[in-house]
């Protein structure tokens, strides 16, 4: 659930989502503490993230549309599970708002799971992580910082460069006056 003013900024304007798994190997979602074996999935881990959190920000308000002028992009870094006595999830993520290209604020969250089960159990792995992931995203939906910086309006007008000044636009050549038309010779003009 998001704090109040994150659910305000998050219903004001679309907002585009995107994310891009940064681990080292996208395979790997954990390890047995007791002998070192790395624990892989054949799972997109990257396409699950993007769609729980997109599901996430939904229910929290968000109106996603792809192209909105703001976007918010999220980097996983860490996402993967110790088994050791307990199944200790971790999911770390920076996630960045921009507004067009300029990055508008930055932050990283983690988000960790502890729980009990039946060792080498996929179940508790795969809750492990998921609980994770909700916790570092629901850190976003209570950050005021985040809420602030989305509410403030995008920036209006042309961004202007250096030396490209808008020039008033150029003026017409002034029209001489109009000239009565010559009369031919003889006739009165009356």
């Not at 939904?58 to 002028?69: K, N, S, Y």
């Not at 060792?119 to 005021?144: G, I, K, Y």
Request: aromatic share 6%.
């Amino acid at each position: 659930m998001p704090s109040g003013s994150v659910g305000r900024a998050l219903s004001v304007a679309p907002l585009a989502f995107g994310l891009r798994d940064l681990r080292e190997s996208p395979a790997a979602v954990g390890r047995y503490a007791d002998d070192g074996f790395v624990v892989q999935t054949t799972d997109n881990v990257g396409q699950y993230c993007t769609d729980k959190i997109g599901a996430i920000l939904v229910g929290a308000g968000a109106h996603l549309e792809p192209g909105a002028p703001t976007a918010l992009e999220i980097e996983l870094l860490d996402y993967y599970v110790v088994e050791g006595g307990s199944f200790e999830g971790t999911v770390r993520m920076r996630t960045t708002l921009r507004r067009g290209a300029d990055a508008v604020w930055t932050k990283t969250y983690a988000g960790a799971s502890k729980r009990w089960g039946r060792t080498h159990n996929p179940e508790n792995f795969n809750e492990a992580l998921s609980n994770s992931l909700a916790e570092a995203t629901q850190q976003l939906l209570r950050d005021e910082e985040f809420a602030k910086t989305l509410g403030e309006p995008p920036p209006t007008g042309p961004l202007l460069q250096p030396g490209s000044a808008p020039r008033p636009a150029p003026q017409p050549a002034p029209q001489p006056a109009p000239q009565p038309a010559p009369q031919p010779p003889g006739s009165s003009g009356g």
